[in-house]
């Protein structure tokens, strides 16, 4: 079975700070790995994904994400952190034969950027 | 470019009324369409996804059920609502392309008194 683990509830950061919200997959083969954003009342939009190639991918607003084969994980980063970053953010893999079918999202890690 | 719209931003029912949340897609033809709840600011509950016309998949067995009667058109309803059925419902659309992200709508504010 698909899972996603986002091992952190709450990341705290200084303003200006680097960020980085963790994130590992546990998926058969080679998925297809997602990072959203989510601000109060609002539905997630789309920061980045990895297909293939590069392992650091950049992405919407200055995220950039790091992935990892040998150990299954895909990070979240941002070299310096505003207070409008804070927000909640979810972690998401999908098969690449899963024609289809459904995403598998990540609990969520809520970020507080702090002034 | 495409858009998804949600629609009502926000609803407030009785137990035991009936529920109608309705989904549109625009600028794309087939998508994938999904219908999530997400409880208490967190984890995204899968509930419904449909990959064509009349074509439904549910992921949980509750007193809702999903309806898609036209390409674009995807409905959440309910007979009767349980106050467990309060939260944050969330559209989403996809291509059938599995590289390519979902893309979410607004969502309904769902309350259940």
């Known amino acids: 079975a698909q899972s996603v683990a986002q091992p952190e509830d709450q990341v705290n950061v200084a303003e200006g700070n680097p960020l980085t919200v963790k994130c590992t997959y546990s998926v058969s083969g080679n998925p297809y790995l997602f990072w959203y954003v989510q601000y109060p009342n609002r539905g997630l939009q789309f920061l980045l994904k990895y297909i293939t190639g590069d392992n650091l991918v950049k992405g919407s607003y200055g995220f950039e994400a790091e992935f990892n084969k040998s150990q299954t994980s895909f990070h979240l980063k941002k070299p310096s952190a505003l207070v409008s970053d804070s927000a909640l953010y979810f972690c998401?893999?999908?098969?690449?034969?899963?024609?289809?079918?459904?995403?598998?999202f990540g609990p969520g890690t809520r970020l507080s950027v702090l002034p | 470019s495409q858009t998804i719209h949600q629609w009502p931003a926000t609803l407030v029912q009785p137990v035991g009324s009936p529920l109608s949340l309705e989904c549109t897609v625009e600028g794309t033809s087939n998508p994938n369409l999904y219908w999530y709840r997400q409880a208490a600011g967190r984890g995204l509950q899968l509930l419904f996804y449909s990959v064509g016309i009349g074509q439904i998949s549910s992921e949980v067995p509750q007193n809702l059920s999903a309806s898609r009667p036209q390409d674009r058109q995807f409905i959440l309803s309910s007979k009767k609502l349980l106050l467990s059925d309060s939260g944050f419902y969330l559209c989403a659309w996809s291509t059938g392309i599995s590289n390519q992200p979902q893309h979410f709508g607004d969502g309904t504010r769902l309350s259940i008194l």
């Open positions: 998401a893999v999908r098969h690449r034969d899963n024609y289809g079918q459904n995403f598998v």
